[in-house]
């Protein structure tokens, strides 16, 4: 029978050195893909996705029994995306596909036509997402790009589901507004949030 996370931490805790590599496979390829989502390049990615989880041996005493474990483990995870993403001087590009969507990854590639149809529009939607406010940026890629609930955005940021969709919402309108400046060759207001 599969245990459940919070029981493979507990255990992590007490030095069971089995329940710490299942853990790596059950939450690495999410990991992976957030931290690609924050950097745009696979060998950076791995290098942040290694650092989150050397993070995760070195904080697992400060997790608390009674909170999700997946909860508690994303907020660790981003803060260290975050950290790496503020760190870096150089241009930044947020990717919005998954490492295992990407064609050069993938065993079953798809014609090249539609690949550079959908590489243009994921370049768009980059861009646009590198001019908005960091707060912006962060809603659309645990949202929109990462997929957790409403419910887990407010337990990793502290805020009330209300505030949570607000910034949702907004973050949504500003990428939109962006994007429409870039196709029609105008640069977008704003900056790129740092």
């Not at 459940?4 to 007490?14: G, Q």
């Not at 059950?26 to 390049?41: E, K, M, P, S």
């Amino acid at each position: 029978m599969a245990r459940t996370d919070e029981a493979l931490i507990l255990l992590c805790r007490d030095g069971d050195s089995r329940a710490w590599e299942s853990l790596i496979r059950r939450h690495q390829d999410r990991i992976l893909n957030l931290a690609y989502q924050f950097t745009g390049n696979r060998e950076e990615a791995r290098d942040v996705g290694q650092e989150i989880f050397v993070r995760l041996y070195q904080k697992m005493d400060q997790y608390e029994a009674d909170r999700p474990f997946r909860t508690w483990f994303n907020s660790l995870a981003r803060n260290v995306c975050i950290d790496r993403y503020r760190s870096r001087k150089r241009d930044r590009v947020l990717v919005a596909t998954p490492v295992d969507e990407l064609p050069h990854l993938s065993s079953n590639a798809e014609p090249t036509d539609r690949r550079l149809v959908k590489r243009e529009r994921r370049e768009l939607v980059q861009t646009g997402l590198d001019h908005l406010s960091e707060i912006s940026r962060e809603a659309i890629v645990l949202k929109d790009l990462q997929g957790q609930s409403l419910e887990e955005i407010g337990d990793m940021l502290g805020l009330p589901i209300g505030t949570v969709k607000s910034r949702i919402f907004r973050a949504r309108v500003e990428l939109a507004r962006a994007i429409r400046k870039l196709q029609s060759g105008a640069q977008p207001e704003g900056s790129n949030g740092l």
